[in-house]
């Protein structure tokens, strides 16, 4: 296929993360392309996500994730802001409800130090009441960085920067990418288009991406279905802001939660089930090719021996309202069946390697004239702005 158009760069997915690394590349004077399949920005992991701006709280002291969501998460608090985007720094409480939590608490809480996190605090069982007085817990930490935002209307404004001096291009699907006299050719719904450098922040689609482009990465991307919970109006005076459990490190997943969202409503979850299609938003979507894949990789199988008991457990509260229900009651006693109503949900692209990990920090690697984010889930939206610039240090 003829090439139609000349690009500088061209980003491939239309994300929080996307769109960020487009601005970035614009501070330095280039004049980015973002391709998105969708017809609007930020509907998959932006749109679905909790509208938490993490702490950092939870992340190994100098890797990828720490560095970038600490400089991101003031960075989006002074966008919102500028952009005057509904946000709050509302702080949240970590609730330990067994003595075997305690000194998973006293580990956040050194984390958190470590991560430069000033005015962490140590909450007793009264301190905890202070803030939610309906939580149950036998000790508590309060995190006053993390807040609340509109992930949504944080990417819509991302896009309406970028196409100020560089182009969105939604409804627009990549298909494929090769090589060709010194450029990257991009095979897309509107035709060949061809660029000194593309990115690939495909997020659900990232791995097939880099495939496709002839690389080798060393993960796949597998999809897990987070379902949520939406408190009733009762339910919601239970819970002030955001109320958090320790989470166990012999798990990948943080555990279920209640956040008080920018609108006012409390979500309740959310649980981690595989999805058997990567836009599988509900149970009954299915892809033969998506099932096949994650079949046919090895380091699924090793994954799903590891974690079986926690899968199984999370398909339960998939399938159980009083499952979830008594998941929630942990943190809060209060909470009865009638106070849960079905929510959102979202689909994590988790980058799982070959010895069924999953990778626990950012992975964006740089191949040729193509940088791919193969991994960048939590806390990615919040520390978007900090990962383009890091992303477009790689493509100078």
């Not at 980015?32 to 992340?59: C, D, F, K, M, R």
């Not at 949240?92 to 991560?115: C, F, H, I």
């Not at 309406?160 to 001096?165: L, M, N, P, S």
């Amino acid at each position: 296929m003829p090439v139609s158009e000349e690009h500088d760069v061209i980003i491939i997915g239309g994300g929080i993360v996307g769109l960020a690394t487009a601005r970035a590349l614009i501070a330095q004077n280039r004049r980015p392309l973002v391709l998105e399949a969708e017809s609007e920005v930020g509907v998959h992991q932006t749109g679905h996500n909790s509208g938490v701006i993490h702490a950092g709280l939870y992340y190994a002291p100098g890797s990828l994730k720490a560095t970038l969501c600490a400089r991101g998460r003031e960075e989006m608090y002074r966008y919102c802001a500028e952009r005057s985007i509904p946000c709050t720094r509302c702080g949240k409480v970590v609730v330990a409800t067994s003595e075997d939590e305690l000194p998973r608490l006293e580990e956040l809480e050194r984390r958190g130090q470590a991560n430069g996190l000033e005015g962490l605090r140590r909450l007793t069982p009264d301190q905890v009441r202070d803030h939610e007085p309906h939580a149950a817990a036998i000790a508590g930490l309060f995190v006053p960085q993390t807040g609340v935002t509109d992930f949504g209307a944080v990417a819509r404004a991302f896009a309406a920067d970028v196409a100020a001096r560089g182009a969105v291009r939604t409804g627009c699907r990549a298909r494929t990418c090769g090589n060709e006299r010194g450029r990257v050719v991009v095979e897309t719904d509107d035709g060949a288009l061809a660029a000194r450098l593309v990115i690939n922040c495909g997020g659900l689609h990232s791995d097939r991406i880099a495939v496709g482009a002839g690389a080798t990465p060393d993960v796949r991307i597998i999809p897990f279905r987070g379902e949520y919970d939406t408190l009733s109006e009762d339910g919601a005076r239970l819970v002030r802001g955001l109320i958090y459990p320790v989470p166990d490190p012999r798990f990948p997943f943080l555990g279920v939660h209640l956040t008080r969202l920018i609108d006012g409503r409390v979500k309740a979850g959310p649980n981690a089930v595989l999805s058997l299609a990567r836009h599988g938003y509900r149970r009954t979507n299915v892809s033969l090719r998506d099932v096949l894949e994650i079949a046919g990789y090895s380091g699924w199988w090793r994954l799903a021996r590891r974690y079986w008991r926690t899968g199984c457990a999370e398909f339960l509260r998939s399938l159980s309202r009083r499952a979830s229900l008594r998941s929630l009651q942990r943190l809060v006693p209060d909470l009865r069946a009638e106070h849960l109503r079905p929510g959102p949900t979202g689909v994590r692209a988790m980058a799982v390697d070959r010895d069924g990990r999953l990778v626990d920090d950012f992975r964006i690697v740089r191949t040729g004239a193509m940088v791919h984010v193969l991994n960048a889930p939590s806390p990615a939206a919040t520390a978007s702005l900090a990962i383009g610039e890091h992303i477009a240090q790689l493509a100078r």
